[in-house]
């Protein structure tokens, strides 16, 4: 739920502690047994052996359990004392009988026959194997018939054991904790602990380590939050894959570690999924296994990541420099997928070709939160639809990008395809409520019947494969729901980001809330936990900021919550990710952290170390104090570096925040070139080519402040592709990013601009008449004209809104024929605007909070040449333009034509936006409320489940309409005060002095809640803007239609009509259709 909570962060560094008691929250007491246990390693007669040649491990002959292992001369306890005789099914404790186990040929495996007499149908397989270096622990073979056992569990199976008679003995549990000042890490040191100490740790990482040997542990164990009561109690935010327990032994405390509870087949397995995979625990006894001369828990944590389960897109998340959020909601589609193609190329160039991830937020019908879940098959065509998306999938790996998907497995639309009451929670659960209200999701039974496998399976099928991860939003469910649909998921072949730290925590690669500090306050941030992170570091990012390794962060800047300062991106990118990404390339083996007189220090597997003495770090601040050494030489230091970096070309990234001369010795590997070649990087790729002699290995490098650079052997420059601005689509460089006019015909003054915000842009210059123009091509073969067909074509144009200028927007060619009202001008179709007056109040535009609106023109081509062209006529006040767009169009269908009509529009095929209006001023704060809503009967109708004041769903409680007239109408939705939509002079052209009548179809749930509005405003410093005319709108809960007529002002700039918004509650909706505008002639 990224949209629902701006909360500042403070940080605090990961850490781990020693304890002598236990976590709050986390652990419990044990029972306390009346005498101290046995803690000597007693083999009865019958122990079986079993070993790889490296490993030993000693079993119980009586039943699956482990008596010991051995690696080399040393030993680890399994479970003290005697053999179990009973295993928990369904949390019902159950006697079992055990048949003598069958040693294999190979000595490398024992199967153990498990029934229960109780349960004569059922019988089990308990494997028990070794293989390079790990033991197995694994059950299979159930036989099961009557499907009864879903949860298997064996309470103090004790796979691996140590005491306080070794004072180097310790116990480490390592939770799932998301907030910065609960450190999730909690070690018992068991020479330390008080007689007679119990305690039951259930826990997410378990380790355990003696003064000879350590112990990591991976395991599919998960509670079944599905199952209802103590069951589903046990999941603790799936901090229960392991039970600690440390238990009062002979004159001292032992602890062992014990795999929770085995989900064999869930709750709602039997409708379709089927049972889980064999349960498991691998366990791996080490020695000094980073070679610092001591045994302890990295030692345990080097072991545990061995033996780890693998996790999609992980061998790629130390290449994935670069993380974007493109991002389309509420009809608007302000970052098309063509126009993230372009993006896409800009960011490659501007860093040399480093590694993006880029989500597409509002992949789906109208945008963000739009037609969950309908995955595949309901494709936002507004940002261009299943071919563009396609075209900019495919396209996007040439430039090192891979792509994913925001979607929702939580929250239905009614829009979707996927909704119906039998998709939804019994009963009825409201859930967010934005553009439209969304409904909870029956998630057991959503997985249980594949249903939600099979809406992502047809995504998998249709998508290419670059398409490659899906970024769950609000996903909640910890226990076997979530592990077992990111296990479905990997299946298929997805990549799984979260919302969340701690969500789906065995497959995400990222989340979203850890990454990007407007989120969650400090108290749901990343994994607190420096165990987790010493183990799956380089494997995911769902950290919190560390002096020594930082953290990768997002900063958006293309629209995701408003943001488009591409200044910042690029910072981000340069002063935190990079040098991030670097330490991520390599597993770490070593971490200690800063004493009174000791730096922390990092070692990783490739040897590169990282020192600092800095505790912790904030969230918003950059980690500069701090060293990096790698492959014998500093690469980083106070904040300034040259890292070297290989992901397929072998280059240097230079870096100096302050800017000035800088020296560097080269590392080993890059002690070959007599000399390098250093490009300064910009938004057009590598300039300013600077040779740099290497002398006894050094480099002195000179470098501006805020900008990066790229260093190469000389003989080794890659060329990058030709990027082809515009590729798909009927514009040549329709964004300008090219940083030139060379793809159009110039008459007059005409340059392109950078902004502040790092966007390119056209600049019509004060003065003379000027122009750019453009033959269109047909987007699937540029050396052909624009195909015959029907277009819509616009440019986004702002005139200096302290001035007037004529800008006319045309398309012209002899087989050019107006549509949709649009106004014929010679050979083709025209429309001017004399005066930018209307904010952009899009959230999500790259315009916004400027005064750039959209000017188009439509029109029919029989597929002769077309020229697309903006002109501005002589006058003073400057004209900017930018992001040209040409889209097939579909006119409106008047059903009742009159001759006084200059707009009809009845929203069946809106090219993008509201059109004619467009978002009004009092929604600059945020996204609006207000989408193109799309039919699915009964759901968007008025009879089915509506809210009531309190915020229930009642059945029937529905009191407007979602459409009124065909499958489309625009709806408001719960809007914001103030005004929220308005035409533009462009959008809506009124002949001063004449008398209009605007008209429409609507239904209103309370009266007074919404009025039309009219207004006029004159250019200036500030715009002067002011209402003239309004007409509240009555209840109407059946359509009605409404009009109001008024006269165009003579002596403002501009007349414009829109709709505000009053007040009113829940269901305080407006919905629109079959808008008509009409000119009514001269006022009297």
């Known amino acids: ?95 079992v009988e055990v048949e003598e186990p069958q040693l294999a040929e190979d000595s490398a495996s024992a199967t153990y026959r498990l029934t229960a007499p109780e349960l004569p149908s059922i019988s089990l397989d308990a494997v028990l194997s070794v293989a390079d270096g790990v033991f197995t622990w694994r059950l299979t073979n159930i036989v099961d018939p009557d499907r009864a056992v879903h949860r298997l569990s064996v309470p ?53 380590h003696s003064a000879e040997l350590a112990a990591g542990f991976e395991t599919n164990a998960v509670e079944d939050n599905t199952a209802g009561g103590e069951t589903a109690a046990r999941v603790q935010n799936d901090n229960s894959r392991y039970v600690i327990t440390l238990a009062p032994g002979e004159g001292t405390t032992y602890g062992t570690i014990t795999p929770g509870t085995f989900v064999v087949r869930g709750s709602t397995a039997d409708h379709g999924l089927g049972p889980d995979a064999d349960p498991f625990v691998r366990v791996r006894p080490v020695a000094d296994a980073n070679g610092d001369g001591v045994v302890d828990w990295q030692d345990a944590a080097i072991a545990a990541r061995d033996v780890a389960e693998p ?47 880029v989500m597409l937020k509002g992949y789906q019908a109208e945008g963000h939160d739009s037609a969950h879940p309908d995955y595949a098959g309901h494709l936002n065509t507004r940002a261009g639809g299943t071919a563009e998306l396609h075209t900019l999938v495919t396209e996007g790996a040439t430039w090192n990008a891979t792509f994913g998907v925001h979607v929702n497995a939580t929250e239905s639309y009614s829009e979707a395809h996927a909704f119906s009451e039998d998709l939804l929670r019994d009963p009825i659960e409201p859930g967010w409520g934005w553009m439209n209200q969304a409904y909870m999701i029956d998630g057991p039974e959503d997985l249980g019947t594949t249903a939600v496998l099979r809406r992502f399976q047809s995504l998998r099928d249709a998508a290419p494969e670059n398409l490659s991860f899906l970024y769950m939003d609000v996903y909640y469910p910890n226990g076997w729901e979530g592990q077992r649909l990111a296990q479905e998921l990997r299946r298929q072949g997805w990549v799984v980001s979260t919302e969340w730290a701690d969500k789906m925590p065995r497959e995400s690669i990222w989340s979203h809330w850890a990454t990007d500090e407007n989120y969650g306050g400090s108290s749901n941030k990343g994994l607190n936990s420096q165990v987790i992170r010493f183990i799956d570091n380089a494997r995911k990012d769902v950290w919190n900021p560390d002096p020594l390794l930082s953290n990768a962060n997002i900063q958006e800047f293309e629209g995701w919550t408003g943001h488009q300062d591409a200044n910042a991106f690029f910072t981000t990118i340069w002063e935190r990710n990079l040098p991030t990404k670097f330490l991520q390339r390599s597993a770490i083996i070593s971490w200690s952290t800063p004493s009174a007189d000791t730096p922390g220090r990092i070692v990783l597997a490739d040897g590169t170390e990282v020192t600092s003495s800095v505790g912790s770090v904030s969230g918003t601040e950059i980690p500069t104090d701090r060293v990096i050494t790698s492959d014998g030489a500093t690469v980083y230091e106070a904040g300034r570096y040259l890292l070297p970096w290989s992901d397929g070309d072998e280059r240097l990234y230079h870096w100096n925040p302050e800017g000035g001369t800088t020296t560097w010795t080269l590392t080993d590997s890059w002690s070959g070139p007599s000399s390098l070649i250093m490009y300064r990087l910009g938004d057009s790729g ?46 040549a460089d329709p964004g300008f990013f090219s940083g030139t006019l060379d793809a159009w015909r ?45 277009w819509s074509a616009w440019a986004w144009v702002e005139i200096d809104p302290t001035g007037t200028r004529e800008v006319t927007v045309s398309a012209t060619g002899r087989g050019v024929e107006p549509v949709a009202h649009q106004a014929a001008r010679g050979r083709g179709v025209a429309t001017t605007i004399t005066a930018s007056t209307v904010v952009n109040a899009t959230a999500s535009d790259s315009k916004h909070g400027r005064h750039f609106q959209r000017v188009r023109v439509t029109f029919r081509s029989d597929g002769a040449p077309v020229s697309f062209a903006i002109s501005a006529a002589e006058g003073e006040a400057e004209v900017r333009v930018d992001d040209i767009r040409v889209v097939p169009f579909t006119a409106p269908e008047d ?46 109708q008025a009879g089915w ?130 808008l008509r505008v009409e000119d009514l002639g001269r006022a009297d």
């Open 156 to 208: 103090r199976l004790d796979l691996a054991s140590v005491n306080g008679t070794d004072p180097s003995a310790r116990v480490v549990a390592a939770d799932l904790s998301v907030d910065r000042a609960t450190s999730g890490d909690h070690v018992y040191d068991l020479s330390a602990q008080e007689p007679g100490t119990a305690v039951s740790h259930p826990t997410h990482v378990a380790l355990l």
């Open 311 to 357: 996790v999609a897109g992980s061998d790629a998340v130390h290449d994935e420099v670069v993380k974007r959020i493109p991002f389309n909601i509420v009809s608007q589609a302000t970052h098309p997928f063509l126009r993230t193609l372009d993006d896409t190329k800009r960011i490659c160039l501007a860093t040399d070709g480093l590694g993006q991830s």
């Open 1 to 95: 739920m990224d949209r629902r909570h701006f909360l500042q962060a403070s940080g605090i560094a990961a850490g781990i502690g020693v304890a002598s008691s236990v976590m709050p929250g986390t652990a419990m007491a044990a029972p306390a047994p009346s005498e101290p246990d046995p803690i000597t390693v007693d083999a009865p007669p019958g122990t079986l052996e079993i070993t790889d040649g490296e490993l030993r491990v000693r079993l119980h002959p009586d039943f699956p359990q482990v008596v010991d292992y051995a690696v080399g001369g040393a030993t680890l306890a399994g479970r003290y004392g005697g053999a179990h005789t009973t295993v928990m099914i369904d949390d019902v404790e159950r006697a």
């Open 895 to 940: 059903p009742a034509p009159t001759e006084e009509t200059i707009l009809f529009e009845d929203f069946e095929h809106v090219d993008t936006g509201y059109w004619p209006f467009v978002t009004g001023a009092d929604n600059i704060g945020g996204d609006a409320r207000t989408q193109l809503a799309e039919r699915h009967e009964p759901y968007s």
């Open 945 to 1074: 489940y509506g809210l009531d004041q309190d915020g229930h769903a009642v059945e029937g409680g529905k009191l407007t309409d979602n459409v009124l007239r065909g499958t489309w109408s625009l709806m408001a939705n719960e809007e914001n005060e103030g005004l929220i939509l308005t035409t533009t002079q462009s959008s809506l052209p009124l002949t001063p002095g004449h008398r209009h009548r605007i008209s429409f179809d609507h239904q209103t749930a309370f009266a007074d809640t919404y009025r039309i509005v009219v207004g006029q405003d004159t250019v200036g410093d500030p715009v002067v803007s002011e209402q003239v005319d309004s007409l509240p709108l009555p209840q109407a809960r059946h359509t009605e239609r409404v009009s109001l007529e008024f006269t165009a002002s003579t002596s403002a700039d501009t007349t414009w009509i829109g709709i505000e918004k009053l007040g009113g509650g829940r269901q305080a909706n407006l919905t629109i259709d079959d």
């Open 746 to 790: 110039v008459e007059g003054e005409v340059s392109v601009e950078t902004d502040e915000f790092r966007n390119r842009q056209a600049l019509f210059g004060g003065g003379a008449a000027a122009s750019i123009a453009q033959h269109l091509h047909d987007p699937g073969r540029p050396a052909r004209h624009l195909p015959s067909g029907t």
């Open 686 to 731: 590598r300039a300013d080519e600077v040779p740099v002699p290497v002398q006894d290995g050094r480099v002195t490098l000179d470098a501006e402040a805020g900008s990066a650079y790229v260093l190469y052997p000389g003989e080794q420059l890659p060329e990058p592709p030709d990027p082809h601005w515009g590729f798909g689509t009927p514009v």
